[in-house]
């Protein structure tokens, strides 16, 4: 059973910095994209970050030169580093994982989210 685990949320101070951990495991036999998404209260879920096996990666407009995403294969793992962030940068984190597991079933996964709370 794949699961997702996210780490390192929390309330920080505008211009500050934090950096999101998730976690996979579970029957894994490769992971083809991470992907980190937002959601703020009342509003859709967004597509913050990406990267996909290739090591290409793909941010949303409001957090390119900010954020960065990267992955550690080895670890099942894909970070977020968020710096510089506003207020506007609050909301629950999600991350999100292609997945192909030990069966050779390729589906997508959901992370539980991580809450980020930036003030003023």
């Known amino acids: 059973q794949v699961q997702l685990v996210e780490s390192g949320g929390g309330l920080v101070q505008a211009g500050g910095s934090l950096r999101l951990t998730c976690s996979a495991s579970g029957g894994i036999s490769r992971i083809n994209a991470w992907y980190w998404y937002r959601q703020a209260p009342g509003k859709q879920r967004d597509l913050v970050a990406v990267t996909v096996s290739g090591g290409n990666t793909d941010y949303g407009e409001s957090v390119k030169g900010r954020f960065t995403i990267s992955r550690d294969n080895a670890e099942n793992t894909v970070h977020l580093q968020m710096n510089n962030l506003e207020p506007e940068d609050t909301a629950i984190y999600y991350c999100?994982?292609?997945?192909?597991?030990?069966?050779?079933?390729?589906?997508?996964?959901w992370g539980q989210g991580t809450q980020v709370t930036v003030s003023t």
């Open positions: 999100k994982a292609d997945i192909r597991n030990n069966r050779a079933v390729t589906g997508s996964y």
